[in-house]
């Protein structure tokens, strides 16, 4: 969270050369102010899921199941999480899905032009990059909306994948590619989710700890007024879309090894998720708040009701209206709670 | 009225210049086809139009078509005695059902379009998946009467030509002569403003998703019929189709501006390029990526026009499209 409250404390004797009056960085830290927090209620509602299927399914808590579906969202959180700095910083990505479908295409023309295997990764990432810079450049050097460049954007890489890909598919993907995108570390722990945790632990420090995430939370809450206090305003909306793009290549990459192939519906639909997540994580779509934790508890939350459902054979397609109705109802709660009145 | 002349310029040398390389393609059977085809897309844009002017978005278009096209097909297949009208009726009610779910979270909750309509986006496609069970309603279980409406023809020219006519029509009265559709620019331009005059904003935003969503609800009998096929995945993605179209006639996303010429225009030329792309033997897989390429082209426009409205004194980096509040831009 932002840090708009500002405590007064009574100084208890007024030392010389001190303030009377200390104003605290952060909110200070009480009982009231932990649970009114919406990573508290994330949490609440991630054990409610995690403990309800617990209950409800018989194998639900083996160790090596709830290791497994991991699987199903570890991509899918790479790329919620550069996301999640582009939505605080008032900017927003849709073209992600198109951005990875154009990776893995890329790695597949690289595989057939006779590249070594562990280079797939290098080539995911620069078309990656390259494509979230074309979005850096449409959105800071012309002025555009974020959100109309990228659903331009979304077309654009999504139909150059498809003109390259046909109605064929590239598959006989390397080993290296299957044993990041579906292999474990010590026979257990899949790659992918420590992958996920360790770049999760990069972002929140980022984020939380570093000035440039402070600049970040000050561009979301006011382009204007940063740009006037001296943060180059341009050039971290360049780099957000450029990290955005690498995430997503780093996804195709880890994707694309997971399912061994490069379809023209590869990761469809996964931008309205990948933005679900973020906002469910407590993320202002008006930009300027929003926490990593909160994300990730989010992804948690989501992955856990998904997989709880999966195990008990509830088709697919009723994920997406739990996802949707979750992502409604944590949104319009806090307001019919509040009973905040909007002038009519 | 510039920006429209330069997009009707340019369908009209996209048509010719295409007709120069298949003459077929400028045949008057051709042109009526291409006329039809566009219909449910101009009618969408329409739609969406409105939605956008008041700085909103709605996401949830295609799949409260697909639920309403759904229902539509249900209910003409398990009553074939049913006259078409009740059914054409349904589907338009549920579809405005489901447009003024949103503008309720959206008006008197106050929520955000975008999240709001991607959260029922999610959960009207889920529904249409549960209310078939998966199932597909092909032709043969649709009656007759059914499927033949939207193709056939009044006056030499099909029904759903006419519908979209009368749309055209509807929205362009909307827009531009009544209260209700000045309110939506107010709203859009400066909304702390709008509310300050005494604009019943709630209440606005209610019905312009609600006319949204009824436009979606016949868009999707429509579209079923006209296919003769209703099945889980209709339209998908096309909420992203209906947004280009609006952006390609220079419908600020930003809200505010918006012209009904502009909407039917930007939606015609995303047809026409749809439907030349066969004639001249391109790969029907390029469809995406031009329509793409088009789309970051109308939006360098639409920005160059805009650059050229106002001076400012210090050369800001202005952006307030995502603001709730703080109309910068027409400070200019």
């Known amino acids: ?344 | 009225m510039k920006r429209e002349m330069l997009l009707a310029a340019s369908i009209v040398v996209l048509i010719i210049g295409v007709g120069m390389r298949a003459p077929v393609f400028i045949t008057g059977a051709s042109l009526a086809n291409l006329l039809t085809d566009s219909t449910l897309l101009v009618m969408l844009a329409l739609a969406q139009m409105l939605v956008i002017v008041t700085r909103g978005v709605d996401l949830s278009v295609a799949s409260n078509l697909a639920l309403s096209g759904m229902a539509a097909a249900l209910l003409a297949a398990n009553n074939p005695g049913l006259p078409l009208p009740v059914i054409v009726l349904a589907a338009a009610a549920l579809g405005l059902v489901l447009g003024l779910v949103n503008g309720y979270l959206i008006g008197y909750l106050d929520l955000p379009a975008i999240v709001v309509t991607l959260g029922t986006m999610s959960v009207y496609r889920g529904l249409v998946f549960v209310l078939s069970g998966g199932a597909w309603v092909s032709s043969h279980q649709m009656p007759e009467a059914f499927i033949a409406f939207p193709l056939t023809k009044f006056l030499g020219v099909t029904n759903l030509v006419w519908i979209a006519f009368i749309v055209v029509l509807a929205a362009w009265y909307l827009a531009s002569h009544s209260r209700f559709g000045r309110d939506l620019y107010a709203v859009g331009n400066a909304p702390s403003c709008a509310r300050y005059v005494g604009i019943p904003m709630a209440q606005r935003l209610l019905w312009t998703y609600g006319i949204s969503g009824l436009v979606a609800g016949v868009c999707g009998y429509l579209w079923v019929a006209r296919y003769a096929v209703a099945y889980t995945e209709i339209a998908y993605g096309f909420e992203f189709t209906v947004i280009a179209a609006c952006v390609i006639g220079g419908i600020n996303i930003a809200g505010g501006t918006g012209s009904v010429a502009g909407a039917v225009l930007g939606a015609l030329f995303l047809a026409v390029i749809g439907n030349a792309l066969p004639v001249v033997k391109v790969s029907p897989f390029w469809q995406s990526a031009l329509t793409g390429a088009v789309i970051l082209v109308a939006v360098l426009i639409n920005a160059r026009d805009r650059k050229k409205e106002g001076r400012q004194i210090l050369p800001l980096h202005l952006d307030n499209h995502s603001s709730p509040t703080a109309p910068v831009r027409s400070a200019a």
């Not at chain 1, 199903?72 to 008032?90: D, G, T, V, Y």
């Not at chain 1, 057939?112 to 078309?127: D, H, K």
């Not at chain 1, 679900?276 to 407590?282: K, P």
């Not at chain 1, 992955?303 to 739990?322: F, W």
Request: net charge positive.
């Open chain 1, 1 to 344: 969270m932002t840090a708009t409250t500002n405590t007064t404390e009574p100084a208890n004797p007024p030392a010389a050369g001190k303030s009377r009056y200390t104003i605290l960085d952060q909110p200070k830290l009480g009982i009231k102010g932990v649970l009114g927090k919406w990573e508290t209620l994330l949490a609440l509602l991630f054990l409610l899921a995690f403990v309800t299927n617990g209950m409800l399914l018989p194998h639900f808590l083996d160790p090596y199941n709830l290791a497994d579906g991991t699987f199903n969202f570890s991509e899918k959180a790479l790329i919620a999480l550069p996301m999640a700095l582009l939505i605080i910083c008032r900017e927003i990505d849709i073209s992600v899905a198109g951005i990875l479908a154009l990776s893995s295409v890329a790695m597949g023309l690289a595989m057939n032009a006779g590249f070594p295997p562990a280079s797939l990764l290098f080539v995911a990432l620069a078309t990656g990059v390259a494509c979230g810079t074309l979005n850096g450049v449409l959105v800071t050097r012309f002025g555009l909306p974020a959100i109309v460049v990228t659903i331009g954007t979304v077309s654009l890489f999504r139909g150059l994948a498809s003109v390259v890909l046909g109605d064929k598919a590239f598959t006989g993907y390397p080993q290296v590619m299957t044993d990041w995108g579906q292999g474990y570390f010590f026979d257990f722990i899949p790659r992918e989710f420590v992958i996920l945790l360790v770049f999760a632990a990069l972002f929140a420090f980022v984020l939380h700890a570093t000035r440039w995430g402070r600049r970040i939370y000050a561009i979301g809450n006011n382009p204007v007024a940063a740009r006037f206090s001296g943060i180059e305003v341009d050039r971290y909306r360049m780099v957000l879309f450029m990290l955005t793009g690498a995430m997503a290549g780093l996804a195709a990459f880890l994707l694309t090894g997971r399912i061994g192939s490069t379809r023209p519906n590869i990761a469809m639909g996964w931008e309205l998720e990948v933005i679900t997540m973020v906002i469910l994580g407590g993320v202002s779509i008006a930009g300027g708040a929003g926490t990593i934790g909160g994300v990730m508890l989010a992804v948690l939350t989501l992955g856990t009701v998904t997989y709880g459902l999966s195990m008990a054979n509830i088709p697919g397609i009723y994920m997406t209206i739990v996802i949707g109705l979750l992502l409604l109802v944590t949104i319009a709660l806090p307001r019919l709670l509040r009973g905040k009145k909007v002038a009519k």
